[in-house]
T-cell receptor, first 114, second 112 residues
């Protein structure tokens, strides 16, 4: 079956621009996660949704970062007024239940801010 | 807070050599432990996991044992192949929490 998909795969933005990154989780998966992976580092947690409810946004680095999942399926991570330090790969993951199930990762969106 | 420390790479081995990638962790409670693998051009995949002390996770010839007394979860494989070349991430999920905390990754290169 289809896995987690993300779009676009690559995004170049000029500093100060707003960007929107999309995640399509595996159909029927209740939980959705966003992670940020800087070059040469491991992924770092940004935020977590259970259906449409954002239950944990403790990892969002600033109020320029905003995520939503309005219908409990597709999610969008928005970054306003992008800065160079926002350059990273943004990973989306989903899991079947609301418990501690395996997380399935998408291929990521590589954001480069120039 | 939770943290994971793993050995820095890159690690270069000849085919059929023995592999060990060290991983230690700091966490409150009783975390679940994971090894993820990222092959070139692909997304993160779960390689193996262990959910309680003394559990051994294994998959594709890789194994790791959850050692609570040493807070470690070292990854081992008896005979590596060129196709094992990838970046390996040790990770944990704290008890009762959803988010996964990752190490910085260890790049493995296996040469024929």
């Amino acid at each position: 079956g289809a896995g987690v998909s993300q779009s676009p795969r690559y995004k170049v933005a000029k500093r100060g621009q707003d960007v929107a990154l999309r995640c399509d989780p595996i159909s029927g998966h209740v939980s959705l996660f966003w992670y940020q992976q800087a070059l040469g580092q491991g992924p770092e947690f940004l935020t977590y949704f259970q259906n449409e409810a954002q239950l944990d946004k403790s990892g969002l680095p600033s109020d320029r970062f905003f995520a939503e999942r309005p219908e409990g399926s597709v999610s969008t991570l928005k970054i306003q007024r992008t800065q160079q330090e926002d350059s990273a790969v943004y990973l989306c993951a989903s899991s079947l239940g609301a418990g501690v199930d395996e997380q399935y990762f998408g291929p990521g969106t590589r954001l480069t801010v120039t | 807070g939770d943290s994971v420390t793993q050995m820095e790479g890159p690690v270069t081995l000849s085919e059929e050599a023995f592999l060990t990638i060290n991983c230690t962790y700091t966490a409150t409670g009783y975390p679940s432990l994971f090894w993820y693998v990222q092959y070139p051009g692909e997304g993160l995949q779960l390689l193996l996991k262990a959910t309680k002390a003394d559990d051994k996770g294994s998959n594709k010839g890789f194994e790791a044992t959850y050692r609570k007394e040493t807070t470690s979860f070292h990854l081992e494989k008896g005979s590596v192949q060129v196709s094992d070349s990838a970046v390996y991430f040790c990770a944990l999920r704290g008890g009762g929490y959803q988010k996964v905390t990752f190490g910085t990754g260890t790049k493995l290169q296996v040469i024929p």
